[in-house]
């Protein structure tokens, strides 16, 4: 079965793939290779992926050019994690940060508002909610605070504690 491999740290101008086969041609005769470019630009996005017919070959390439230098840079090689369904090489490779809008439309108001409020203040605007002061959830008619909910029980531990310290 067939290996890929992710073929890191390119630098990130014209890489052929001409090129790429001269550096792995030592290791094996059948295998292929993909530059990621960008659509725009055509330059090499600084990645690419080696296709080779089994694991032996796989391993032998990782050990041997795994750290190389390439055009002054240390290329790093790895096996390649699998696809994702109906997605090209090139969105396999985007960060796991993104995401579709329909997971941003499942999330809570709350997550969206604050996104929207980070979003205008990029853009030079303000949200009317964010202005308005915050509550204060610790007036009493005694004039004391009261500790925040969460910690309430683990802060009466501690004052049990330390009073019986004392005594």
Do not use: H
């Not at 605007?125 to 005694?142: E, H, L, M, V, Y």
């Amino acid at each position: 079965m067939s290996v890929r491999l992710y073929v890191g740290n390119l630098p990130k101008d014209t890489v052929q793939q001409e090129e790429l086969q001269e550096v792995f041609g030592e290791a094996s005769n059948s295998f292929s290779i993909k530059v990621i470019k960008d659509r725009k630009t055509g330059t090499c996005r600084g990645f690419a992926f080696v296709t080779v017919p089994n694991d032996e070959v796989a391993d032998e390439i990782i050990e041997k050019y795994n750290g190389q230098t390439f055009r002054e840079n240390a290329l790093k090689i790895e096996k390649a994690l699998p696809r994702n369904k109906g997605k090209g090489e090139e969105d396999s490779s985007k960060p796991e940060k993104e995401e579709s809008s329909q997971a941003r439309n499942s999330r809570p108001n709350k997550q969206k508002n604050k996104e929207a409020t980070s979003s205008n203040k990029r853009r030079g605007k303000s949200n009317k909610k964010s202005k308005q002061p915050a509550t204060s959830t610790n007036s009493s008619s005694s004039g004391a605070t009261q500790p925040d909910p969460r910690w309430a029980d683990e802060l009466a531990k501690l004052k049990e504690m330390l009073s019986a310290v004392e005594k």
